[in-house]
């Protein structure tokens, strides 16, 4: 294949397609034609992408056509209806949906953990992590490679944006809520009769987030655990390629925007220094180490949005625990987290294709 | 001693303070007088407990006279200083700074947990537990009693009144500026801009607050400790008699006014009948479970604020560590996490004092 490759983009008008936009307009242009592709409802729109205006096409076969590859940001039955679809006209699809991962015919993902695995597909299909496992997954694989990892126990702090563009105007309403009354948060259940007095029951969310945190996301699963905590467990052990990792984690929605942050606490098959965990995660150019809590180095949210990179710190030895290393992540969900890892994977799918 | 012993509470104009009137007043009243005692800018000030107005008076050697017992909910450095004064003038202090939780010498009670352990106070001390690992303990020591705790992995969600009132008012105030302009939280420091910009930076966070978490509370301590961390890892140790327990501790700033929340990773001796865990703190009279997920049952801080007893949920055993349960708690840390548990001590105090 000597011409540039055609990128379908599916979903393009949704928080990760918008982001998506963002950064196909900022890193290296490798793209031929960028086919933008959402529901009927959006098609006609105009999207700006590397500086151009692109009208947004409806889903349905026919846009496949000539695809190389296609990214799928778009809800799991979205997903598991049309990238079959996209495949039969020829196109390679990344998809962001949970619609795939556990497939053990579908790579799970995550270029500079396990990106050499892009290139066994026999489905045509390569899966990109959920979100809560790409804020940590980046740390744990170089960490992983030296000390060799055999267990996580996690505690999330994840954004609203987790649950779409839906989430984020809930927040963003409920704040304007609970910052319009001083007196809202001091007694049982007054912040939840103001946030559904103003604003209506009708929430992404099983509670006010505004001046909340919210011990639940995505749905039950068997011994009470939610969806998004199985997902930690079973797509960490799938991309770190360790079967029998054991991982407990608990998923909590915070008031946040956009960024989950991870309280980790990482075993290992021996003891780890934690200066030269350092010294390795300062090396890895997708990681920044933001670790001297007494001169306000910690990652937060509110720093890592908008960024590419993982942010780490809170780096320490476990005192009671003489194999386990405990931090603290803050990724941005939206970029690490769904629309940039998608990128990198595609990135490394066109230079398969192209023999770059 | 036949009269209604005489009580004094030291700190008497500060948020535990506050919560701490309303407490003296709905609970059985069993004090004679109640002296209120505050730093000398406080005093004249007229604050009302029990329905009647009582005039603050000015911390001095002379306002423990005649007093029984004395509350102190004031920084460290003050009731190091004061305590013994008050000793020395005949009254049980029950302490709630850091000055003495880990004083050999001075007992650290959950009355539900070790109420028994008052009676063992040689110095004439006795200190109540700091709020995070009060949101926990209740749920702990019932667990602790019948299937023996060995470990604990510990992520905290804390609220800005763990930073006394100046906190509360810090996330209000940048609760306000955020909820003004829906375009922030998206861009890497635009939140820590627009806070500094309109607040100044004085707070009693190192960051922004709202929109954010944060994971510091307290002072470095060896190895890249913080102060609260260490805190909840020694406290927890001490008040369920298990000097060896293993424990870790992250401890992390959210935008709640009040309640802390922690998800806790909970490993015993052997292992432990979720059904059975969940019936023996379903009859704690101090525990609320609220475990149905798929209902929207679950704890929160907008729920369990104001409330006396700690709420707990998400129930689980955990798929890869066989003796471990997980669950999540929130607790009013200015109620049972402070002033609650320091009144309930004051009580057993008071009983054992007039024989009753």
Not at 206 to 216: D, G, Q, S
Not at 219 to 234: D, F, I, P, Q, T
Not at 301 to 325: E, H, N
Request: with cysteine; glycine share 8%; net charge negative.
């Amino acid at each position: 294949m000597s011409r540039k490759p055609t990128l379908a983009v599916v979903g393009a008008t949704g928080a990760v397609g918008t982001v998506m936009l963002d950064i196909l307009s900022r890193r290296e242009d490798i793209w031929g034609e960028i086919r933008l592709v959402a529901s009927a409802r959006s098609a006609g729109k105009v999207l700006s992408v590397r500086g151009e205006g692109v009208e947004v096409r409806a889903l349905a076969p026919g846009v496949f056509d000539g695809v190389d590859i296609a990214m799928f940001d778009v809800p799991d039955e979205i997903s598991a209806d049309w990238a079959p679809v996209a495949v039969a006209r020829g196109a390679v699809v990344v998809d962001n949906s949970g619609a795939f991962r556990m497939d053990p015919d579908v790579p799970l993902v995550v270029p500079e953990v396990n990106g050499a695995e892009i290139t066994n597909r026999p489905k045509g299909i390569i899966s990109n992590p959920n979100c809560t496992t790409l804020a940590m997954i980046d740390v744990l694989g170089v960490l992983h490679r030296r000390w060799q990892l055999t267990a996580i126990v996690v505690a999330s702090y994840q954004a609203a944006s987790g649950a779409g563009q839906a989430g984020v105007d809930r927040l963003r309403d409920e704040l304007e809520v609970v910052a319009t009354d001083r007196s809202l948060g001091e007694r049982p259940g007054d912040v939840r009769r103001a946030v559904s007095e103003k604003l209506g029951e009708d929430s992404p969310f099983p509670a006010p987030l505004a001046m909340n945190v919210v011990p639940w996301a995505g749905s039950l699963r068997e011994g009470g655990w939610s969806s998004e905590e199985m997902k930690v467990r079973n797509e960490s052990r799938k991309i770190l390629g360790i079967p029998d990792l054991k991982v407990s984690a608990t998923c909590v929605r915070v008031p946040v925007v956009t960024t989950h942050s991870l309280a980790v606490h990482a075993t290992f098959a021996g003891r780890v220094d934690v200066g030269n965990a350092r010294r390795l995660l300062v090396e890895a150019p997708q990681i920044v180490v933001m670790d001297d809590p007494e001169a306000g180095e910690f990652p937060t949210p509110v720093d890592a949005v908008g960024c590419d990179p993982t942010f780490v710190g809170r780096l320490r030895q476990s005192l009671d625990f003489p194999k386990t290393l405990e931090l603290f992540v803050s990724g941005d969900n939206l970029r690490k987290g769904a629309a940039l890892n998608t990128a990198q994977i595609a990135e490394l799918v066109a230079a398969q294709l192209t023999g770059a």
